[in-house]
């Protein structure tokens, strides 16, 4: 089974439209974020989620909207895409918010071209 | 505000030579994490480092946490192929509520045979 599951894992949409990208985890995880990584590979965190409760939330783009239903699921949606939206969204989890000494599983990735 | 520095952001090196990736953070860090990523796949734990001067090994993989908990290395003997990748650091900060990772920009390592 996998730990934490993101679909779809490819993406190929045109601009101005508006797109999903869905997260789970079975690992009882309390904590649940959303990174982008760009062709550079750098990782930057956009929004992470404890307990369904938003505690961090980077400066991105309002189009960019996360939804947590219960804890273990995070999803993300994104209106108006643009070309700069283009890049791989990796959803992720660990047991309680990091800082106290917790691993972050990392999803497969969901890879997303804007055209 | 919170930052972690890795560098190199390139390596290159030849099969069977040495590799070495550095972090540095501005501020103390409570704990720093290691991280892999092998091309087309996503990142993978590796390690945790917490106490000052803490030095841990994985086979051929040494990580470092420096006396002050400002910087780290991860040195990796006799690369193989199997260690293509990125190689992040990952830092929490001492002071911060959230308890917030920061993860450094990454070191892209290519291992040519």
């Known amino acids: 089974d996998t730990a934490v599951s993101q679909t779809p894992k490819y993406l190929v949409t045109q601009m101005g439209n508006d797109k999903s990208i869905k997260c789970e985890q079975n690992?009882?995880?309390?904590?649940m974020y959303w990174y982008k990584q760009d062709s550079k590979k750098f990782l930057k965190i956009m929004f992470s989620y404890n307990n369904k409760e938003l505690i961090i939330n980077e400066t991105v783009p309002n189009r960019f909207s996360p939804k947590s239903p219960d804890k273990a699921h995070l999803n993300l949606h994104i209106n108006s895409l643009e070309l700069g939206d283009s890049a791989v969204y990796f959803c992720?989890?660990?047991?309680?918010?990091?800082?106290?000494?917790?691993?972050?599983?990392f999803g497969e990735g969901s890879w997303l071209t804007v055209v | 505000g919170q930052q972690v520095m890795q560098i190199p952001q390139y390596q290159h090196v030849q099969e069977g030579e040495d590799f070495t990736t550095y972090c540095n953070s501005s501020?103390?860090?409570?704990?720093i994490q290691w991280y892999k990523q092998r091309p087309g796949g996503h990142p993978v734990f590796l390690i945790q480092l917490v106490k000052s001067g803490e030095v841990k090994k994985q086979k051929r993989l040494t990580f470092q946490f420096g006396e002050a908990k400002k910087n780290s290395s991860l040195h990796i003997t006799a690369t193989q192929t199997t260690d293509v990748g990125t190689y992040f650091c990952?830092?929490?900060?001492?002071?911060?509520?959230?308890?917030?990772?920061?993860f450094g920009r990454g070191t892209q390592l290519t291992v040519w045979p």
């Open positions: 990952a830092g929490a900060d001492r002071g911060s509520t959230l308890g917030r990772l920061y």
């Open positions: 992720a989890s660990s047991q309680r918010v990091t800082g106290q000494g917790n691993t972050i599983y």
């Open positions: 690992l009882g995880h309390d904590t």
């Open positions: 501020t103390t860090l409570s704990n």
